[in-house]
């Protein structure tokens, strides 16, 4: 079993950055690969980034490349999700997730599915 528990959300203005964190509990040594997923109202849970256990290998929805970035240590077992340049279209519920298959293939599965997820941290871009 993995917790995931996400911080960092809160209300920011267009063109503003935020960084989000998920720290990983449990059965972390197992090499997860971790993403980020969001649900704005109305929508359907879309992926946004995954990195996989060693960090070499990341993915990115084309809506947020250029301006989000994936990270993650491993010492600290935090995947981290940082937002540039952001958009009202950006506002939604973040979701960490953890399961173990690669970086490409979290993004790639429709609909969306993961092994374990995180509570959620609300994102909200002001115009």
């Known amino acids: 079993q993995v917790q995931l528990v996400e911080s960092g959300g809160g209300l920011v203005q267009a063109g503003g950055s935020l960084r989000l964190s998920c720290a990983a509990s449990g059965r972390t040594s197992s090499g997860y690969t971790m993403g980020w997923f969001r649900q704005a109202p109305g929508k359907e849970r879309e992926f946004v980034a995954a990195?996989?256990?060693?960090?070499?290998?990341?993915n990115l929805a084309s809506s947020v490349k250029g301006r989000f970035t994936i990270s993650r240590d491993n010492a600290k077992n935090t995947v981290y999700l940082e937002m540039d340049s952001l958009k009202p279209e950006d506002t939604a519920v973040y979701y960490c997730?953890?399961?173990?298959?690669?970086?490409?293939?979290?993004?790639?599965?429709?609909?969306?599915?993961?092994?374990?997820w995180g509570q959620g941290t609300q994102v909200t871009v002001s115009s």
């Open positions: 990195i996989n256990w060693s960090g070499r290998s990341t």
């Open positions: 997730a953890a399961d173990q298959s690669t970086a490409q293939a979290m993004g790639a599965r429709r609909p969306v599915k993961c092994d374990y």
